[in-house]
């Protein structure tokens, strides 16, 4: 992989070669990636789904959605934009926290196919979303990479 052209195509690459370690994407992501929130990137500390009351798990659903959706519609020419769960304003790995999850999961242990059911459920047309688990020196992290066409 060159690791050449705009920075969030370089990620998807990374993301989707097995050949490259979490740590590697980590110190791309802190090195290449603009710390621009709302443009074609975003930080979330933690995200969770699912909780103990059914209030509670509409907010966090409405939440996901609601940073799908403002990612999703940045009119810009790149196909990828991406939200950052487990990181800092900085783009450094901080780990996702479990604390105050009243029952619900992170969105590192759901399933792929909840999420994306989510998404559908909510937006139409639904952008593709996929997720990439990192873990790297004890923290876990997750980044969806979201789009509003098919991947390749």
Not at 49 to 68: F, P, Q
Not at 85 to 113: A, C, M, P
Not at 119 to 132: A, K, M
Request: hydrophobic share 30%.
């Amino acid at each position: 992989m060159s690791g050449e052209g705009h920075w969030a195509q370089v990620l998807y690459d990374y993301l989707n070669d097995t050949g490259t370690d979490d740590q590697r994407v980590i110190q791309f992501i802190r090195d290449s990636v603009p710390n621009d929130e709302g443009r074609l990137a975003d930080n979330k500390r933690k995200m969770f789904i699912g909780a103990d009351s059914n209030r509670i798990e509409k907010e966090r659903e409405y939440d996901l959605v609601r940073h799908i959706c403002a990612l999703a519609n940045v009119q810009d020419n790149q196909d990828y934009r991406y939200l950052f769960i487990g990181f800092g304003n900085d783009r450094g790995l901080i780990g996702i926290d479990n604390w105050q999850s009243k029952g619900g999961k992170d969105i590192y242990e759901i399933d792929d196919v909840e999420i994306q059911n989510i998404i559908d459920d909510s937006l139409e047309p639904s952008p593709v979303v996929e997720r990439y688990r990192l873990d790297y020196d004890g923290k876990k992290a997750v980044i969806l990479a979201i789009t509003n066409r098919d991947p390749p």
